[in-house]
């Protein structure tokens, strides 16, 4: 019986540790779950066409150290990668997203239709 007790304290303080931290979610997880995340998109996204493509370095785009770039109807969208492999624009500064392509959706969502204005580097 004592026995049967450990066990149950050991489940429920894992189950209390994983509550506290969240499953574990970093860029290889949200990467398994998006196929396209090192690869090139071109897709229609709620009415905007949204491509994504890996860059070599010297290439010309905002931020050559991305290694990718992302058009928004053919406008670039400014946007770097972070240490933690996750990525952030000029549309969701404060706002982290796995893959390009994700960073790119939430971009259309915040545009609500606007399009990309030119940033100056």
Request: hydrophobic share 50%; proline share 5%.
């Amino acid at each position: 019986m004592l026995q049967g007790a450990a066990v149950a304290m050991t489940a429920a303080a894992g189950a209390a540790v994983l509550g506290l931290t969240g499953p574990a979610t970093g860029p290889a997880t949200a990467a398994a779950a998006d196929p396209g995340a090192g690869d090139s998109f071109d897709e229609v996204f709620r009415g905007r066409r949204i491509q994504g493509m890996p860059m070599a370095a010297g290439s010309g785009g905002h931020h050559d150290d991305a290694g990718y770039m992302v058009l928004i109807d053919g406008r670039e969208l400014h946007m770097m990668r972070n240490a933690d492999g996750t990525w952030i624009s000029v549309i969701n500064h404060y706002q982290t997203f796995a893959t390009p392509r994700a960073l790119a959706r939430a971009a259309v969502h915040a545009l609500h239709g606007a399009s990309l204005a030119p940033v100056a580097v």
